[in-house]
Nanobody
């Protein structure tokens, strides 16, 4: 079994900052891409930021245009964490934020997608 456990959401004023954390737990051989998505009320789930496994030698970090320069994604491969540092928050950043990870549970298996339960971020104007 694999679980993605998120924390760090909450209520913040516009212009403020929040840091989201997500730990992948369970039987894990390797984790490939990790990412954060969000879904606003009435909207579709959209990619916020993603980071590949070997982000030091082969950095592939992607951001949605709407968060570039304000959000930073990072990961700790030793502890299976992914983080999202959010700064200069705007009311339009209000959404449920979901952690995503591609997890391989044994050395011969494939990478399967897994999702966290979601954490609410509310930005008041």
């Amino acid at each position: 079994q694999v679980q993605l456990v998120e924390s760090g959401g909450g209520l913040v004023q516009a212009g403020g900052s929040l840091r989201l954390s997500c730990q992948t737990r369970g039987t894990i051989s390797s984790i490939n891409t990790m990412a954060w998505y969000r879904q606003a009320p009435g909207g579709q789930r959209e990619l916020v930021a993603s980071i590949n496994r070997d982000h030091i030698r082969d950095p592939r970090i992607n951001y949605a245009d709407s968060v570039k320069g304000r959000f930073t994604i990072s990961r700790d491969n030793a502890r299976n964490f992914v983080y999202l540092q959010m700064s200069s928050l705007k009311s339009e950043d209000t959404a449920v934020y979901y952690c995503y990870a591609e997890v391989r549970q044994d050395y011969s298996g494939s990478y399967d997608p897994h999702w966290g339960q979601g954490t609410q971020v509310t930005v008041s104007s």
